[in-house]
């Protein structure tokens, strides 16, 4: 383990999926307060360069990476580049897709494009990442995964399967990649304000449920899940790997 600060992350390479916006944007903002040169995806490169914008104007090292996650050929490519630029120590897996229908509704295909965003991609991601922090003993991967990997609702079956998948591959991968210093842990957001929950967000039932459900009675802002990843992310989660943090103001712990 480097002998560094315990959230120090300075001079790090980053690699957060889908940082452009939301959760992950958030993310990004904090790891680069803590030093770290976050690279910046999503689909849309103009997305990704005005977040590494925003970032560079508040001192940030903050480069942008556009690609695909579920594309295998733009992944290898995005890769190189990072291992051009010293290779990673940390990897947030934070991508995800909802495509919240009931069972009847789902084609085959459906099914196989979030698994392929959802599982497959994340896999793929872990799979390269530690091939580049492997040879310096020393990685942290934090898998994203939702409350609904730990409990479900009805209408939900695809991506409750992808988010219970990513807590299994999360305690698997902690097994296979801790001898090699990799730790991997995953945080399971509860209901956070982001542009996919726009419509539930405005949805007084939605809000009134949360009072109601949720120990700490209301949605969580995007700044709420950072300090987790921040913590999975550094030194200072040197004896902790294989877990599922929930961060959703004690939704799974209270009723
Ligand atoms: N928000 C919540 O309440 C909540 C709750 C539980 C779990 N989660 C999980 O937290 C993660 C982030 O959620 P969020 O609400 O922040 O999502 P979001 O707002 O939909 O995330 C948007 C970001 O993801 C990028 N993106 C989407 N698809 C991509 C792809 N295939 N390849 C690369 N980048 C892609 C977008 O850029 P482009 O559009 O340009 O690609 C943008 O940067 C997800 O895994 C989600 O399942 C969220």
Sequence with gaps: MPDLPPFDLSGQNALITGSSDGLGYAAAELLAQAGAHVWINGRDSARCDAAVAKLQAADGKAFALPFDVANE??????????????????????????????????????????????????????????????????GRIVNIS????????????????????????????????????????????????????????????VTAKLQTASALGRWGEPAELAPAILFLASPAASYVTGQILAVDGGYTSHY
Aim: glycine share 8%.
């Design 146 to 205: 939702s409350i609904a990997g730990i409990i479900a609702q009805s209408g939900d079956a695809a991506y409750t399967s992808a988010k219970a998948g990513i807590n299994g591959m999360t305690k698997a991968l902690a097994a296979e990649l801790g001898p090699q210093g990799i730790n991997v842990n995953a945080v399971a957001p509860g209901y956070f304000k982001t542009a996919p929950n726009a419509a539930a967000a405005a949805d007084p039932a």
């Design 73 to 138: 050929d733009a992944t290898d490519t995005a890769f190189a580049t990072l291992a051009q630029a010293g290779g990673l120590s940390i990897l947030v897996n934070n991508v995800g897709m909802r495509d919240r229908r009931a069972l009847p509704a789902f084609t085959r295909d459906d099914l196989r494009r979030l698994m392929d965003v959802d599982l497959i991609a994340p896999f793929r991601l872990a799979q390269r990442s530690a091939a580049q922090m492997t040879p310096r003993g020393y």
